[in-house]
């Protein structure tokens, strides 16, 4: 079983910035990508922001040039730096991994979500 851990989020206003965190644990072999989605209320969970082991990234048009998304391969970690934070960034936040386990099992893991909230 792979789990990740998420850290960051809270409540910021509108124009600040905020820094998530995501750490995979488990029996892990390789991590293929990972990334951040988010489901905002009545809305359907979209992706944010993804990054492969290779360093390519993919934004979603509505954060491109805002959010930028890093990975540590080696402690198999992800970052999702956002600024210039809007109200329509409110939303829960989740973080994403998908690669091989030790079993030869490919998986999809995701974290169990962080609330962000852009309010003044």
């Known amino acids: 079983q792979v789990q990740l851990v998420e850290s960051g989020g809270g409540l910021v206003q509108p124009g600040g910035s905020l820094r998530l965190s995501c750490v995979a644990s488990?029996?892990?072999?390789?991590?293929?990508?990972m990334g951040w989605y988010r489901q905002a209320p009545g809305k359907l969970r979209d992706l944010v922001a993804t990054?492969?082991?290779?360093?390519?990234?993919n934004y979603a048009e509505t954060v491109k040039g805002r959010f930028t998304i890093s990975r540590d391969n080696a402690n198999n970690t992800v970052d999702l730096q956002m600024n210039s934070l809007k109200p329509e960034d409110t939303a829960v936040y989740y973080c994403?991994?998908?690669?091989?386990?030790?079993?030869?099992?490919?998986?999809?893991?995701w974290g169990q979500g962080t609330q962000v909230t852009v309010s003044s």
């Open positions: 994403n991994a998908r690669g091989s386990d030790y079993d030869l099992k490919i998986f999809h893991s």
């Open positions: 488990g029996r892990i072999f390789r991590i293929f990508a």
């Open positions: 990054i492969t082991s290779d360093g390519s990234t």
